[in-house]
């Protein structure tokens, strides 16, 4: 998870703001996954009230744009969203505590010699 939080905070560190995120794929069945995710990140996490919604229903609009001539905002509509699982905020100490030590871990390998 510390990875993931990382790649995260990469992302903010270009003053990329969030105010949630929205979880697409086969993860997203388990509502467990998905707080220890929002939780790791300390941000709400949404998923697609119904339905599949994913890379391959992106394709499938697109190809619908370009062989029937379609608009784009009338094929390229965002999903329904359900209501957002947020952080457990009781473990967010956990969470930064174990990403610190991910830190540290990480910059001491950088410095290793080979």
């Not at 990382?6 to 086969?26: C, K, M, P, V």
Request: charged content about 20%; overall charge negative; proline content about 6%.
């Amino acid at each position: 998870m510390s990875g993931l939080r990382d790649s995260f905070e990469a992302l903010r560190s270009t003053n990329a703001h969030f105010d949630e995120l929205i979880a697409i794929g086969g993860g997203t069945r388990s509502i467990y996954w998905l707080s220890v995710i929002a939780t790791a990140l300390d941000i709400p996490i949404r998923v697609p009230s119904s339905g599949e919604f994913g890379a391959a229903l992106g394709a499938a609009r697109l190809g619908m744009i370009a062989a029937e001539n379609s608009e784009v905002t009338q094929v390229m509509t965002p999903p329904r969203l359900a209501e957002p699982i947020m952080p457990v905020q009781h473990l967010r100490h956990a969470y930064d505590d174990a990403y610190s030590k991910f830190r540290a871990a990480y910059a001491w390998q950088k410095e290793a010699p080979y």
